[in-house]
């Protein structure tokens, strides 16, 4: 199996960096290194790595040092190809991939997945815009991307990357996002099924429970059960809907009943105003009216050996 390592020295505010710094002596067995200058880039590495092993049919691991971002560009660079396998040895701020997703914890952890490689397949969900574009974590409209864009364009959240508290710019403006956001109406399409709400803050779709830098925002979600579900906060206070999210790191607020959660393999999402879209932490088109959805069950990423 050959090795490929994409690396984001930026993300975490330069932890990615700091981290390939430490491990790198202790690689001690064959691979490429590969280094991202500009946000797209990961995509453009990884799209090629896989249309190499594609054209050599040759397993090939890529291990990914870097942040939520980084992960996102690579998965879709790579995207339906079975010869790829994905690791990650997280470097970001948020990491929420990490959280439920298998990662390399030591440099020996991956040199022991080389020497016997085991993967497993989990679900991606799959958003169509001008083209499909895959998320690993979870992706939104409303509420979730109008703080995902602040704090990403934030200095805030580069000062509090560079000691290991990120996250909590996404606290910040959430707060600051409260006092000026306007809820929206929504209707959503589930494998046939039309469920319409009122007055929405956010509608996110989710492949696994994390956002936001450890917000339990679906708890029930699985990376490998081939359903996607969405998150839908409706008719409520912003004074409530700060309660809300003192309760969402615990995963307690589905019980309220202003937080409905549909789970199906397709989903289509019309909304009354035009909205920004964020998958994964990035903002990832203009805003839009309309979006689909559906899960893609072919990814293929290193896990523990049995």
């Keep these: ?120 397949q989990h679900d991606c969900g799959i958003i169509k815009l001008q083209k499909e574009h895959a998320f690993m974590n979870n992706c939104g409209i409303g509420f979730d991307a109008a703080v995902t864009k602040v704090a990403n364009d934030s200095t805030l959240k580069r000062l509090l990357g560079k000691i290991g508290l990120g996250q909590l710019s996404y606290v910040y403006y959430l707060i600051k996002q409260l006092f000026t956001f306007k809820p929206f109406e929504l209707t959503i399409t589930k494998d046939g099924e039309q469920h319409i709400f009122h007055n929405v803050w956010l509608a996110t779709v989710c492949n696994q429970p994390y956002f936001g830098g450890g917000m339990k925002l679906s708890p029930l979600s699985k990376t490998d059960d081939h359903m996607l579900e969405v998150i839908v906060v409706h008719n409520i206070s912003a004074i409530k809907l700060l309660l809300l999210f003192m309760t969402i790191f615990s995963g307690t607020h589905i019980r309220l009943k202003e937080v409905t959660q549909l789970t199906g393999q397709k989903f289509q999402l019309t909304h009354s105003e035009e909205l920004l879209c964020q998958a994964d932490g990035e903002i990832l088109t203009v805003p839009n009216k309309q979006l689909q959805f559906h899960v893609n069950p072919l990814s293929w990423y290193a896990t523990k050996n049995e």
């Design 1 to 120: 199996m050959q090795l490929h390592i994409i690396l984001n020295e930026l993300a975490g505010s330069g932890r990615g960096g700091k981290r390939w710094r430490s491990w790198q002596p202790a690689i001690k067995i064959p691979y490429t290194l590969h280094t991202t200058n500009y946000r797209g880039h990961g995509f453009e590495i990884a799209q090629q790595i896989a249309q190499d092993a594609e054209q050599q049919q040759q397993a090939t691991c890529i291990v990914i040092i870097g942040g939520d971002g980084t992960i996102h560009e690579v998965i879709n660079g790579v995207l339906h190809c079975e010869w790829i396998t994905i690791g990650v040895m997280a470097g970001g701020s948020g990491n929420d991939y990490a959280r439920t997703y298998h990662t390399f914890q030591s440099v020996q952890q991956l040199l022991d997945f080389m020497q016997r490689p085991a993967r497993k």
